[in-house]
C-alpha cells in the first residue's frame, strides 16, 4: 500500500476528495528518564536548547505521526487532510502528550 498523502490545508494540489471519512488521530506519551532529566538540567543551567528534550520531542512526533498513519489506514483512507500536531502536559510535568490528528479521507488524483 502507498504511503499516505499528508496535508495541513484542507484540500490536496492535484487531487479532490472522494469521501470523507471522519476523524482520525494518532498520539502518543512520552516521559523522560533519569539519566535526561539529569542532561537537561545541566543544558537548562548553560543556556540554550535542551537537545536531551528536543531529541524526544522529536521522536514523540515521528511515533504520533506513525499512529496516525496505522489509523487512517484501518479507516480505508489514502489521504489526511488538515493535519495538527498538540502537545499537553500530564502528572504534574512528568509526562508529555504527543498527539497528531487530521481529517481521513479518500482522494483521487484530478488530472
Do not use: Q
Not at 489521504?79 to 479521507?105: L, Q
Request: net charge positive; aromatic share 8%; charged share 25%.
Amino acid at each position: 500500500m502507498a504511503d499516505i498523502l499528508i496535508a495541513t490545508t484542507p484540500t490536496i494540489e492535484g487531487y479532490k476528495i472522494v469521501k470523507v471519512l471522519g476523524t482520525v488521530h494518532g498520539l502518543t506519551v512520552r516521559t523522560r528518564g533519569l539519566w535526561g532529566k539529569f542532561v537537561a538540567g545541566i543544558e537548562s543551567m548553560v543556556g540554550g536548547e535542551v537537545t536531551a528534550f528536543t531529541e524526544e520531542c522529536e521522536k514523540a512526533k515521528v511515533e504520533s505521526m506513525e499512529r496516525l498513519k496505522k489509523n487512517a489506514r484501518k479507516m480505508r483512507a489514502n489521504a489526511i487532510v488538515r493535519t495538527d500536531f498538540e502537545t499537553s502536559d500530564i502528572f504534574a510535568g512528568a509526562a508529555v502528550v504527543f498527539s497528531a490528528y487530521g481529517t481521513a479521507v479518500v482522494v483521487e488524483p484530478t488530472r
